[in-house]
T-cell receptor, first 116, second 111 residues
């Protein structure tokens, strides 16, 4: 597709349930990033995939969070046993990594997650 | 640690100039960026500056970089209502493709 696609755009879930958020990057973009944006706050780095390298998971806030990516395609961010503090917009971006400046960072519109 | 700070709000009258400020911590950042986020949308790259530059101008946008003080600013000339959005600065982390974003500044333009 022409841009980064995220689904669902909105998700309301009950506390304690698991959720899966999907990101479909731009074709050919080797790098994929997940960020979290809480209300009134900046973007918090979660995880970064680059090609076949081991992902940089240094931003994942707890072991309830995990993400997978198959090759250079779709990524899924999974949050287990959701808590109210997980409520946020989850943004995905992709880029043709290794090029500076990193203007290849294209963001999706995000998934707004509300845990009730 | 890596930390990028911005003021949270800025309100300006249409036609005036807006100046959005940012401080960062990684002195080895190669590039610094400004992104714009409109309601319900993702972030769009507005402009960037290489760390060995002091200033970059792009139409109504002027970026100023004070590397000694690790201070970055974005000036929008002749601000329009369509400029109302959240503006994020970001620094690149050396030897990675990761960007660290600031808290964002919400710009409100009133007639």
């Amino acid at each position: 597709g022409a841009g980064v696609s995220q689904s669902p755009s909105n998700k309301v879930t009950e506390k304690g349930k698991d959720v899966e958020l999907r990101c479909d990057p731009i074709s050919g973009h080797t790098a994929l990033y997940w960020y979290r944006q809480r209300l009134g706050q900046g973007l918090e780095f979660l995880i970064y995939f680059q090609g076949n390298s081991a992902p940089d998971k240094s931003g994942l806030p707890s072991d309830r969070f995990s993400a997978e990516r198959t090759g250079e395609s779709v990524s899924t961010l999974t949050i287990q046993r959701t808590q109210q503090e997980d409520s946020a917009v989850y943004l995905c971006a992709s880029s043709a990594a290794g090029q500076e400046p990193n203007y290849g960072y294209t963001f999706g519109s995000g998934t707004r997650l509300t845990v009730v | 640690g890596e930390d990028v700070e911005q003021s949270l709000f800025l309100s300006v009258r249409e036609g005036d100039s807006s100046v959005i400020n940012c401080t960062y911590t990684d002195s080895s950042s190669t590039y610094l960026y400004w992104y714009k986020q409109e309601p319900g949308a993702g972030l769009q790259l507005l402009t960037y500056i290489f760390s060995n530059m002091d200033m970059k101008q792009d139409q109504r946008l002027t970026v100023l970089l004070n590397k000694k003080d690790k201070h970055l600013s974005l000036r929008i000339a002749d601000t329009q209502t369509g400029d109302s959005a959240i503006y994020f600065c970001a620094e690149s982390i050396s030897n990675t493709d990761k960007l660290i974003f600031g808290t964002g500044t919400r710009l409100q333009v009133f007639p």
